[in-house]
């Protein structure tokens, strides 16, 4: 089964960058839109950024908004998180998912295709 594969995780202290990398098959990437959630041990998966094919279009949830940033290279077959001035209510582990379809969109249950996590923790 194809998956899809992050890294970038690691343990940084409050007010620190990472950048989170998703390689997406080429059938999974291709014409579809994606997307990044994080879960809290315990806790559900929530949304945390989605982008549609073209990269043009993008929803953040309103606790990264401003300080995350979404994007892709098509040709590349990569999505990207860009995390700034991380606070500690960030630490989780972080999923990348592709959804068939074009059109963004912050729902869990719209993805079927998703990685395996990558663990990042914020201390303060």
């Known amino acids: 089964q194809e998956r899809l594969v992050e890294v970038g995780g690691g343990s940084v202290q409050a007010g620190s960058s990472l950048l989170l990398s998703c390689a997406v098959p080429e059938r999974l990437f291709r014409y579809n839109a994606l997307a990044w959630f994080r879960r809290v041990p315990g806790k559900d998966r929530d949304f945390v950024a989605t982008i549609n094919w073209t990269g043009v279009g993008t929803i953040y949830s309103d606790s990264v908004k401003g300080r995350f940033t979404i994007f892709r290279d098509n040709p590349k077959n990569m999505m990207y998180l860009r995390m700034d001035n991380l606070k500690p209510e960030d630490t989780a582990v972080y999923y990348c998912?592709?959804?068939?379809?074009?059109?963004?969109?912050?729902?869990?249950?719209?993805?079927?295709?998703w990685g395996q996590g990558t663990q990042v923790t914020v201390s303060s």
């Open positions: 998912a592709a959804k068939s379809g074009p059109s963004e969109s912050d729902l869990q249950a719209a993805y079927d295709s």
